[in-house]
């Protein structure tokens, strides 16, 4: 509890520093109606500030963390951890209130210590924790923390991998990357192969391909059957961590050539060419024929991650550009979105995001607006804001983001009145999260 308390005071003392460096008083109105949840006064005072264009990002801020602290300081316990899930993005703004959270011993303990441990918030060590304990989030940093090849962490390490929870198990894959024990590996592989969440599978996959000790060969005979989610992770795991002309290619040919233009391949081909591999020649012909294949005839979600990750240059840059002029709203966006990061191209691509940026096509305008915004383009604000009544949360989101490019968020504070306590939540992170950045 000691450590919860300093840590609170040492939030409080941070915030009153913001306010008063700010607004030159030690709380305003506003923040004070949002640390006391006075939800009818917060909105007159939001009001107030919309009208009167006054309000700054300090302020905005302080009353974001006032609003979950709050929020957070009334619940019950049973109802914590959905909210501390959504505190992933900000996680390092609102430290205090997830450490104090984390002082109990429950699930929404385990889960608020976890996520300070997976956002790097804080380290493993900093929670006493046990391999056999009851909750699932302190099970896994117990399991996290046995990352080396001592007697000891090892059995912990091997324990945890048979682990009921996948959120314990890939930990343990995790400590395993660490550690690098050989005696890890026959384990290891049954996760790669047999495991039911696709997640710890994937995690697996990565950990044998650091392995040293396990032969790319080995890894490809053992995922011949393998679901795709899992030969995705292998394909790309294969042309950028453990990819070499002579040992490499004959397993990535081998792959590429056998999933044709699925999912799979089509990754494992991007990571390729984008690594530009001029001594295998035979493989980047393939790698370049399935990347080629995707931007022209691949299915939508190929397509996308084609385009999002393809190299621009010859002869991909071209495919690009015929993309960008000819094609479905979602490709033409992607593609000039792409085509901004060519100086020779940027202004055209520019004009045609605004043109995306000032239409309604939903989402995608948001997209363009958000985009556009963090390249500082400060004349599309009113176009942003307006995304903040849209009922498309991820819109809401991408809106609160892009404020917070344009140095702006505090204009999304409005969001904050809202009578649903969950969407005050998720907005108030949304908006501490652009400081996280």
């Given at each position: 509890?000691?450590?919860?308390?300093?840590?609170?005071?040492?939030?409080?003392?941070?915030?009153?520093?913001?306010?008063?460096?700010?607004?030159?008083?030690?709380?305003?109105?506003?923040?004070?109606?949002?640390?006391?949840?006075d939800q009818k006064r917060f909105a007159e005072a939001v009001t107030v500030h919309d009208k009167s264009g006054d309000l700054s990002n300090g302020e905005a801020l302080n009353a974001a963390y006032a609003i979950i602290e709050?929020?957070?300081?009334?619940?019950?316990?049973?109802?914590?951890?959905?909210?501390?899930?959504?505190?992933?993005?900000?996680?390092?703004?609102?430290?205090?209130?997830?450490?104090?959270?984390?002082?109990?011993?429950?699930?929404?303990?385990?889960?608020?210590?976890?996520?300070?441990?997976?956002?790097?918030?804080?380290?493993?060590?900093?929670?006493?924790?046990?391999?056999?304990?009851?909750?699932?989030?302190?099970?896994?940093?117990?399991?996290?923390?046995?990352?080396?090849?001592?007697?000891?962490?090892?059995?912990?390490?091997?324990?945890?991998?048979?682990?009921?929870?996948?959120?314990?198990?890939?930990?343990?894959?995790?400590?395993?990357?660490?550690?690098?024990?050989?005696?890890?590996?026959?384990?290891?592989?049954?996760?790669?192969?047999?495991?039911?969440?696709?997640?710890?599978?994937?995690?697996?996959?990565?950990?044998?391909?650091?392995?040293?000790?396990?032969?790319?060969?080995?890894?490809?005979?053992?995922?011949?059957?393998?679901?795709?989610?899992?030969?995705?992770?292998?394909?790309?795991?294969?042309?950028?961590?453990?990819?070499?002309?002579?040992?490499?290619?004959?397993?990535?040919?081998?792959?590429?050539?056998?999933?044709?233009?699925?999912?799979?391949?089509?990754?494992?081909?991007?990571?390729?060419?984008?690594?530009?591999?001029?001594?295998?020649?035979?493989?980047?012909?393939?790698?370049?024929?399935?990347?080629?294949?995707?931007?022209?005839?691949?299915?939508?979600?190929?397509?996308?991650?084609?385009?999002?990750?393809?190299?621009?240059?010859?002869?991909?840059?071209?495919?690009?550009?015929?993309?960008?002029?000819?094609?479905?709203?979602?490709?033409?966006?992607?593609?000039?979105?792409?085509?901004?990061?060519?100086?020779?191209?940027?202004?055209?691509?520019?004009?045609?995001?605004?043109?995306?940026?000032?239409?309604?096509?939903?989402?995608?305008?948001?997209?363009?607006?958000?985009?556009?915004?963090?390249?500082?383009?400060?004349?599309?604000?009113?176009?942003?804001?307006?995304?903040?009544?849209?009922?498309?949360?991820?819109?809401?989101?991408?809106?609160?983001?892009?404020?917070?490019?344009?140095?702006?968020?505090?204009?999304?504070?409005?969001?904050?009145?809202?009578?649903?306590?969950?969407?005050?939540?998720?907005?108030?992170?949304?908006?501490?999260?652009?400081?996280?950045?």
């Amino acid at each position: 509890m000691m450590r919860a308390a300093f840590l609170a005071l040492f939030s409080s003392l941070s915030l009153f520093a913001l306010a008063t460096s700010v607004t030159g008083c030690a709380s305003s109105d506003l923040v004070r109606a949002a640390k006391e949840g006075d939800q009818k006064r917060f909105a007159e005072a939001v009001t107030v500030h919309d009208k009167s264009g006054d309000l700054s990002n300090g302020e905005a801020l302080n009353a974001a963390y006032a609003i979950i602290e709050h929020e957070f300081s009334k619940a019950k316990r049973v109802d914590l951890p959905p909210r501390v899930d959504a505190l992933y993005s900000c996680a390092k703004s609102t430290k205090s209130i997830l450490d104090h959270v984390a002082d109990d011993h429950d699930e929404a303990g385990g889960r608020a210590a976890l996520l300070l441990v997976q956002t790097g918030t804080m380290s493993a060590s900093s929670f006493d924790t046990r391999i056999d304990d009851p909750i699932e989030g302190f099970r896994a940093i117990a399991a996290r923390k046995a990352d080396d090849d001592g007697e000891r962490s090892t059995k912990k390490r091997h324990q945890a991998l048979a682990d009921g929870s996948p959120i314990v198990r890939r930990a343990a894959i995790q400590a395993a990357n660490d550690a690098k024990d050989p005696s890890d590996l026959p384990l290891l592989r049954d996760r790669a192969r047999l495991d039911p969440s696709p997640m710890v599978r994937s995690e697996a996959v990565r950990a044998l391909l650091h392995h040293r000790s396990e032969s790319t060969e080995s890894i490809l005979r053992l995922l011949a059957d393998a679901d795709d989610v899992t030969r995705s992770e292998l394909a790309t795991a294969l042309a950028t961590t453990r990819y070499d002309p002579e040992n490499g290619a004959p397993e990535l040919r081998r792959l590429l050539a056998a999933n044709g233009t699925r999912a799979s391949a089509m990754l494992g081909a991007v990571f390729f060419v984008r690594g530009n591999h001029p001594d295998d020649p035979q493989t980047s012909e393939l790698a370049t024929s399935i990347v080629m294949e995707n931007l022209r005839r691949g299915g939508r979600v190929e397509r996308m991650a084609t385009l999002r990750l393809v190299p621009l240059r010859s002869p991909f840059l071209e495919e690009v550009e015929t993309i960008a002029r000819a094609s479905d709203r979602e490709g033409m966006l992607a593609a000039w979105t792409r085509l901004l990061e060519i100086p020779a191209r940027e202004k055209a691509a520019t004009d045609m995001l605004m043109r995306f940026a000032g239409n309604d096509y939903g989402r995608l305008s948001s997209e363009a607006r958000k985009t556009l915004a963090s390249r500082h383009v400060t004349s599309i604000q009113a176009w942003i804001e307006r995304d903040l009544a849209s009922p498309d949360e991820a819109s809401r989101r991408l809106a609160i983001s892009a404020l917070g490019d344009l140095d702006r968020v505090s204009r999304a504070t409005r969001l904050l009145s809202s009578k649903d306590a969950d969407f005050r939540i998720r907005s108030a992170c949304a908006m501490l999260a652009t400081q996280d950045r």
